[in-house]
């Protein structure tokens, strides 16, 4: 994966919570760290989701 330009981010209270509980939870390093790993499992659930959809249709061919 390419080099992504580092966006500023605020959130509110809760939001930032949660996501530090979720950081010590996961052992990761940084609240940066727990939403790299978030956008990656969607992404890769999105990925079998699409190889599943495409694999129905070719069936139903």
Request: hydrophobic fraction near 40%; charge should be positive; avoid cysteine.
């Given at each position: 994966?390419?080099?992504?330009?580092?966006?500023?981010?605020?959130?509110?209270?809760?939001?930032?919570?949660?996501?530090?509980?979720?950081?010590?939870?996961?052992?990761?390093?940084?609240?940066?760290?727990?939403?790299?790993?978030?956008?990656?499992?969607?992404?890769?659930?999105?990925?079998r989701?699409?190889?599943?959809?495409?694999?129905?249709?070719?069936?139903?061919?």
């Open positions: 994966m390419g080099h992504l330009t580092p966006i500023p981010v605020r959130f509110d209270e809760p939001e930032r919570a949660m996501l530090e509980e979720l950081r010590a939870e996961t052992g990761l390093r940084s609240v940066a760290d727990v939403l790299r790993q978030a956008l990656r499992t969607f992404h890769a659930s999105r990925a989701s699409r190889r599943r959809a495409r694999s129905t249709r070719m069936d139903a061919r």
